[in-house]
T-cell receptor, first 112, second 115 residues
Framework: GENVEQHPSTLSVQEGDSAVIKCTYSDSASNYFPWYKQELGKGPQLIIDIRSNVGEKKDQRIAVTLNKTAKHFSLHITETQPEDSAVYFCAARGGGADGLTFGKGTHLIIQP | EPEVTQTPSHQVTQMGQEVILRCVPISNHLYFYWYRQILGQKVEFLVSFYNNEISEKSEIFDDQFSVERPDGSNFTLKIRSTKLEDSAMYFC?????????????FGEGSRLTVL
């Protein structure tokens, strides 16, 4: 089955700086890579996703890049704000599967 | 904005007891899921459900687990005889289409504590 590794587990950045979170996956047939933001006491919320036929996708301050050859994908948040503080999860969907395989999460802390 | 709702928000039960967690998916969604998150760990897929039957299940979803859509709105997860290691946050999710083509919407979760 699919295995997703996520780094770092904790990331602290100054407000206004950029944050990068990286994930690797094992199943070369995986074709869908979403990123979720989870705030305390709430369920994961989709913030951006990318499919295997695209190398990069951007939505305002958030961007995701995908390198299929190396089997890794990254989340980039620019101009970070205090409300970006949360746990971020990457996930991958293996070929032919319904379920998403999640990474262990990154606790992003935005320092004022 | 439509949302997935889950009840109860927190349930405490004794080991060996049966538990039913309830979910109301978004009304026009066709695919339903249960995930769980043990405290401090990753979110794990349990089961997907489509067209009134299980579409896929993980190794975690053994014989003590079952899912049901008893009516047109509810989607339930039953744990027959709870174990200590079942303590976790259980998330229901739904999507209009398969997870690869449709956004997955999660509920706020039901925290299960098994004593």
């Amino acid at each position: 089955g699919e295995n997703v590794e996520q780094h770092p587990s904790t990331l602290s950045v100054q407000e206004g700086d950029s944050a990068v979170i990286k994930c690797t996956y094992s199943d070369s047939a995986s074709n869908y890579f979403p990123w979720y933001k989870q705030e305390l006491g709430k369920g994961p919320q989709l913030i951006i996703d990318i499919r295997s036929n695209v190398g990069e996708k951007k939505d305002q301050r958030i961007a995701v890049t995908l390198n299929k050859t190396a089997k890794h994908f990254s989340l980039h948040i620019t101009e970070t704000q205090p409300e970006d503080s949360a746990v971020y999860f990457c996930a991958a969907r293996g070929g032919g599967a319904d379920g998403l395989t999640f990474g262990k999460g990154t606790h992003l802390i935005i320092q004022p | 904005e439509p949302e997935v709702t889950q009840t109860p928000s927190h349930q405490v039960t004794q080991m060996g007891q049966e538990v039913i967690l309830r979910c109301v998916p978004i009304s026009n969604h066709l695919y339903f899921y249960w995930y769980r998150q043990i405290l401090g760990q990753k979110v794990e897929f349990l089961v997907s459900f489509y067209n009134n039957e299980i579409s896929e299940k993980s190794e975690i979803f053994d014989d003590q687990f079952s899912v049901e859509r008893p009516d047109g709105s509810n989607f339930t997860l039953k744990i027959r005889s709870t174990k200590l290691e079942d303590s976790a946050m259980y998330f229901c999710a739904s999507s209009e289409a398969l997870a690869s083509t449709g956004e997955l919407f999660f509920g706020e979760g039901s925290r299960l504590t098994v004593l």
